[in-house]
């Protein structure tokens, strides 16, 4: 059984920080690429970053460049986003992925999701 458990969302003022956690089980952590998503009220699931297991390839999408850092601990199984300098246009809920089979942008290339956590840049 595979479950990405995500945790670390909430409500923060603009130009605020969190940091999203994402907890693995399974075999499926093991070598496998991790990703964060997101997705706003009316809005398509959209890319936010992605790295390898290795750490040596990290993606990032353009709106989220120079604030959010991707990380992972593969000792604990766990793939993290921080996120600095938050804007309100980045609310949305954030999702998990792991296992890629291809371009790390498609939402349909990722095998396995976790459930969401909200965030929300408010005043």
């Known amino acids: 059984q595979v479950q990405l458990v995500e945790s670390g969302g909430g409500l923060v003022q603009p130009g605020g920080s969190l940091r999203l956690s994402c907890a693995a089980s399974?075999?499926?952590?093991?070598?496998?690429?991790m990703g964060w998503f997101r997705q706003a009220p009316g809005n398509e699931r959209e890319f936010v970053a992605a790295?390898?297991?290795?750490?040596?390839?990290?993606v990032y999408a353009d709106s989220v460049k120079g604030r959010f850092t991707i990380s992972r601990d593969n000792a604990k199984n766990t793939v993290y986003l921080q996120m600095n300098s938050l804007k309100p246009e980045d609310t949305a809920v954030y999702y998990c992925a792991a296992n890629s089979a291809g371009w790390w942008m498609y939402v349909a290339n990722w095998g396995y999701w976790g459930q969401g956590t909200q965030v929300t840049v408010s005043s």
């Open positions: 790295r390898s297991w290795s750490g040596g390839n990290t």
């Open positions: 399974g075999r499926t952590f093991r070598g496998s690429d």
